[in-house]
Structures are given as structure tokens and as C-alpha cells.
């Protein structure tokens, strides 16, 4: 088996570009359409992880949780905090289990947090 790309839903195309690209600093990779005025596929991604965006509905529902691991999380926290994006302020939490977590809900309903766990 190979990695897992999770398809998350989203609703509003400029709202997911903002979101994932210009505050969480992940790329477009490549989009699809149909035709025009069809619903949008596109794959982003930041380092090792992928993610598929999708505004057709029967892809998957708003609503995921995502735990991605990242090597530093205070790092990634200084960046985003430093965008000062209006929509989200996200902190670094110290859990009971080990890990250090940041989580953000994207404009759709989609938790992703971003984790120092160590891979088991």
C-alpha cells in the first residue's frame, strides 16, 4: 500500500484557495473541471502531505478530522500566526498522550490538526 490522500469537501472555490494556499501555504498541484461552471477537483500539497479538494457532493461530506504530522510545530505555528488570517488564530496544545497539537477548521466545516506525535 502507498499513502492515503483524503479528498475534503469544500463549497466555495476563492474561500478554499485562501484558506489552504494563502494561509495555510500549501500549493495547487493541478485542478479539474468538467466543463466551466462545473464543480472543481484540485490536489494541494506542502511537503509530504496531499490533500484533494472537492465541491462535487458526492465525493465526501463536510465535516473530516485530519491529523497530519509535522517536524516542528512551533515553527509552523510562528508562520501562520504571523499571516494574522482573519478567520482563525490558531494555538499549540500540550495533550495528555505526548503530542503537541495545532487545529484549524478550514471555511468548510473540516478539522485539521497538525501534530508533533511521533509516528508509531
Given amino acids: 500500500m502507498r499513502a492515503v490522500i483524503p479528498i475534503l469537501r469544500i463549497f466555495d472555490e476563492a474561500k478554499a484557495r485562501e484558506f489552504y494556499v494563502g494561509f495555510l501555504g500549501f500549493r495547487v498541484d493541478w485542478e479539474h473541471r468538467f466543463e466551466p461552471g462545473l464543480p472543481l477537483y484540485l ?3 506542502r511537503d509530504g502531505c496531499v490533500l484533494h479538494l472537492s465541491e462535487h457532493h458526492g465525493d465526501c461530506c463536510p465535516g473530516a ?7 516542528d510545530i512551533d515553527v509552523y505555528h510562528t508562520e501562520l500566526a504571523g499571516k494574522q488570517y ?3 488564530r490558531p494555538h499549540v496544545d500540550d495533550t495528555p498522550w505526548g503530542s503537541r497539537d495545532m487545529s484549524v477548521k478550514d471555511p468548510f466545516g473540516n478539522r485539521l490538526t497538525f501534530t508533533s506525535a511521533i509516528s508509531a
Fill in 86 to 88: 482573519g478567520y482563525a
Fill in 65 to 71: 478530522a485530519l491529523r497530519i504530522e509535522v517536524d
Fill in 43 to 45: 490536489q494541494v500539497s
